[in-house]
């Protein structure tokens, strides 16, 4: 079991940043990906952004170059650090795990879920 916790959400006008931190309860090396997801409103759960405990990460062509996944493994903490936030990033996001994982990436199925952590870009 992996239980997860979202923070950093929050409220921010187009062009800013957030970082977003997911804590897990179990980081278990080399077995675990994280992954961060959003769902805007209306719309279907879109993967972002993933990482392994070896520091591996893929992202999806919808952030790829605003958005950095990192983590410290010492705090069993995952962040997802946003940079030139638009107005259609406006969603709740969700972090989630995979263990043990053979393809760590923003996509198929994640066994564990954050509760989420909601971001609001204004214009």
């Known amino acids: 079991q992996v239980q997860l916790v979202e923070s950093g959400g929050g409220s921010v006008q187009a062009g800013g940043s957030l ?12 077995s675990t990906c994280i992954a961060w997801f959003r769902q805007r ?34 705090k ?16 709740m996001y969700y972090c989630a795990a995979r263990s043990p994982w053979t393809v760590c990436a923003p996509t198929g199925a994640y066994s564990f879920w954050g509760k989420g952590a909601l971001v609001t870009i204004s214009s």
């Open 19 to 30: 970082r977003l931190s997911c804590a897990a309860s179990t980081y278990t090396y080399s």
């Open 41 to 74: 409103p209306g719309q279907e759960r879109e993967g972002l952004a993933t990482i392994t405990t070896a520091g591996s990460t893929t992202y999806a062509n919808s952030v790829k170059g605003r958005f950095t996944i990192s983590q410290d493994n010492a």
């Open 76 to 91: 069993n903490t995952v962040y997802l650090q946003m940079n030139s936030l638009r107005p259609e990033d406006t969603a």
